[in-house]
């Protein structure tokens, strides 16, 4: 007993030098809690997927009615702002309109989760590579924003896989119905011409 004194002065010096500014709790428990439902719910097929990356799609399909009850349980703009802004690919807010002169090629394709991405990049002659096109990935929600910001009358072709050197790397696809006439209507407004390779 007359060490314990002497052990617990040890003990708070030593843990005192430790410093925990590198782990944000709030964070961690909540990454551990989604995963830990996720379990529970046997949805495995996510959990190949950071937390961000499934947020960030479900987000772009949720409809307006699903974002507000989502907002209400939580602070989306944190999360999806400040928190998982750095894991995302981010949206061109600014394209060089010069870049897509040449009209433009747009990709999508399926991961190993089901869901289906998309990469927005210039029309040019060379080839691509598909790891180009997943440094260049977006979601839906993203994919329009991107379309409203290209020049008047850009054409842009999609699914051009003979622009692709290595297309067998990854499940080109194209969205459900639903999805591909809301990237149309998107790319209509914008007085965009999108052709869709087959």
């Known amino acids: 007993m007359k060490y314990a004194n002497l052990i617990a002065s040890l003990l708070c010096l030593s843990l005192s030098s430790i410093s925990f500014a590198d782990c944000n709790l709030k964070v961690a428990t909540a990454a551990g809690q989604y995963l830990a439902a996720l379990e529970e719910a046997k949805l495995t097929k996510y959990q190949n997927n950071s937390v961000c990356e499934v947020l960030n799609y479900e987000f772009w399909n949720c409809t307006e009615k699903q974002k507000t009850k989502l907002k209400s349980a939580f602070n989306l703009k944190e999360v999806l702002e400040n928190y998982c802004q750095p894991h995302l690919p981010p949206p061109k807010n600014t394209i060089?309109?010069?870049?897509?002169?040449?009209?433009?090629?747009?990709?999508?394709?399926?991961?190993?989760?089901?869901?289906?991405?998309?990469?927005?990049?210039?029309?040019?002659n060379r080839t691509k590579s598909t790891k180009e096109l997943i440094e260049s990935k977006v979601s839906p929600g993203y994919l329009k924003q991107e379309l409203k910001t290209l020049p008047s009358k850009t054409e842009i072709a999609w699914n051009n896989l003979v622009s692709v050197d290595d297309k067998v790397n990854l499940v080109f696809s194209l969205p459900d119905d639903k999805t591909l006439k809301d990237i149309l209507k998107s790319a209509e407004l914008g007085n965009l011409k999108i052709t869709v390779v087959k």
């Open 96 to 124: 060089q309109k010069e870049w897509f002169m040449k009209g433009a090629d747009l990709y999508s394709w399926r991961d190993h989760s089901g869901y289906l991405w998309y990469a927005l990049l210039p029309g040019t």
